[in-house]
């Protein structure tokens, strides 16, 4: 008897480290085919010249370094193929329906929204998408930008951003990479702007409208508004400060508040300094530079002559030293207004008062 419990006992215990084993042996089996997954897709695909014809007759490249991958951002991550690829199953694979190669781009970047789904949706509301739905099918997806098997940070280094944009802007990135702040980021200057900072990257709106035109000093005021990154460069804030503060600068505000669809003839800051050919303002052909400024100001002001810039002192606040006589104009005012105004409200509360004692006089008599 006692033999007995003994056997069935162990027989149990068998049982259960039987199981475990047959648990083990599944998870590492898994674990393995999980590793094998890249192996098994890259052990034909890394096969140099391997293509496939398209319905146009256009040869397809289905070749992938495996060292490309592997140094890609989702590489690096352990992503298998078939997390992009989600229509592979098995060998042989399911028919390519693409006409061409475009179509086949078109066909594949929506898998993108699988995991970068805020992103995607984003996109959907940019300047990009809509030339794709009006029929550009050469307007940029996903995959244009990122690439596919070899994508990278879309920032590192930061001059990836232009060089990029550049692809289909090249017309455009050629002055901005004369510019002040492409030079710089092209460089290797991580403070200025590349080309999302002004256009957005994923949503971007068009450029052309009145809206955006309206909004742009708020853009350059990012950085130049910026007290801690301009000390770092030696230029004051005044710079945006005095643009919002001067005629030209309230009024767009006040219309970029109330009336951002309708048109205004006030100067924004591209206006005078460029849009993506900014020069240093100090350099011999910058349209600021006081012997250019003559012909800057005519764009808006036709009938200005020699002196007409003269009027103006710059993104400076004015002092005793430099434009005194602005200086103490703005001074006279600051203290006529406050006095007159202060007076006039005196005045008023003086009469208010004396009408009320007359009042409880009149009533006591």
Excluded at 118 to 143: I, M
Excluded at 225 to 248: C, E, P, R, W
Excluded at 282 to 289: E, G, I, L
Aim: aromatic letters at 8%; charged letters at 15%; proline letters at 5%.
């Amino acid at each position: 008897m006692i033999f007995a419990c003994l056997r069935r006992q162990h027989l149990r215990w068998f049982t259960v480290a039987g199981l475990s084993c047959l648990l083990l042996v599944t998870l590492v089996t898994a674990a393995h085919a999980a590793e094998g997954d890249n192996t098994t897709c890259l052990g034909c695909h890394n096969i140099p010249g391997l293509s496939t014809q398209l319905g146009n007759g256009e040869a397809l490249s289905l070749t992938v370094d495996p060292l490309v991958y592997n140094a890609s951002v989702h590489g690096a991550q352990g992503m298998q193929c078939i997390a992009c690829h989600t229509n592979i199953t098995g060998y042989p694979h399911p028919k390519l329906t693409a006409t061409d190669r475009r179509d086949f781009q078109m066909e594949r970047y929506t898998q993108c929204k699988t995991c970068h789904e805020k992103q995607y949706r984003e996109a959907l509301d940019s300047n990009h998408q809509r030339e794709l739905a009006s029929g550009n099918r050469n307007a940029p997806v996903c995959t244009d930008c990122h690439g596919a098997h070899d994508v990278q940070k879309p920032n590192v280094p930061p001059q990836r951003v232009s060089t990029t944009c550049q692809k289909c802007h090249s017309t455009i990135y050629d002055q901005y990479a004369t510019s002040v702040h492409g030079a710089a980021v092209l460089a290797g200057n991580t403070d200025v702007p590349v080309c999302t900072d002004c256009h957005g990257s994923h949503k971007q709106e068009d450029p052309s409208t009145t809206a955006f035109r309206l909004k742009s000093p708020d853009m350059c005021g990012k950085c130049h508004g910026d007290a801690a990154l301009m000390q770092k460069y030696g230029i004051s804030t005044d710079v945006f400060n005095t643009y919002v503060a001067d005629f030209h600068g309230t009024t767009v505000t006040l219309f970029e508040k109330q009336h951002p669809d309708q048109e205004t003839n006030k100067a924004v800051c591209t206006d005078c300094h460029g849009v993506h050919a900014i020069s240093q303002v100090t350099s011999a052909n910058a349209s600021v530079v006081k012997e250019n400024l003559l012909v800057t100001c005519q764009r808006c002001h036709p009938d200005a002559t020699a002196n007409f810039p003269d009027s103006w002192v710059g993104h400076f606040q004015p002092t005793r030293e430099h434009y005194p006589l602005v200086y103490y104009v703005n001074l006279f005012y600051r203290i006529l207004i406050p006095a007159v105004i202060g007076a006039m409200a005196l005045f008023v509360v003086l009469d208010a008062v004396r009408k009320i004692i007359n009042r409880f006089k009149r009533k006591g008599a």
